[in-house]
């Protein structure tokens, strides 16, 4: 139990775990600052300006629908985005610093 504490204490310590951890953490607030201000922007014109989301665009279909829509699918896209980030970069320095490490 106590090789785990020192290993946690030295994975802490490593300059490239806090890089990590400081690019991983500046993504995310931009990735969640981004899906907020979708979602609130859409709250927003739901509530205040409605008319604006009933304007028909053809087939008995209304502008809010598509729009309603692209909300749902943005979610997706972040995520997907964060996914293939942490696949690609944040996994890559993970092993890289698990390495140095031991």
């Known amino acids: 139990m106590r ?5 946690i204490e030295a994975i802490g310590r490593d300059p490239h775990f ?6 991983r953490t500046r993504f995310a607030l931009a990735l969640t600052a981004l899906t907020l201000i ?3 922007g859409y709250i927003a014109i739901v509530a ?3 008319q604006w989301l009933g304007v028909p665009i053809g087939g008995g279909m209304t502008l809010g629908i598509p729009i309603g829509l692209l909300v749902i699918i ?6 997907a985005l964060y996914v ?3 696949n690609t970069q944040y996994d ?3 092993r890289q ?3 140095e490490i031991k």
């Open 3 to 7: 090789a785990n504490a020192a290993l």
């Open 18 to 23: 806090q890089t990590l951890v400081r690019r």
């Open 38 to 40: 979708i979602y609130f």
């Open 48 to 50: 205040f300006a409605p």
């Open 74 to 79: 943005a979610a997706f896209v972040l995520t």
């Open 84 to 86: 293939h980030r942490a």
């Open 92 to 94: 890559a320095l993970t």
């Open 97 to 99: 610093i698990l390495e």
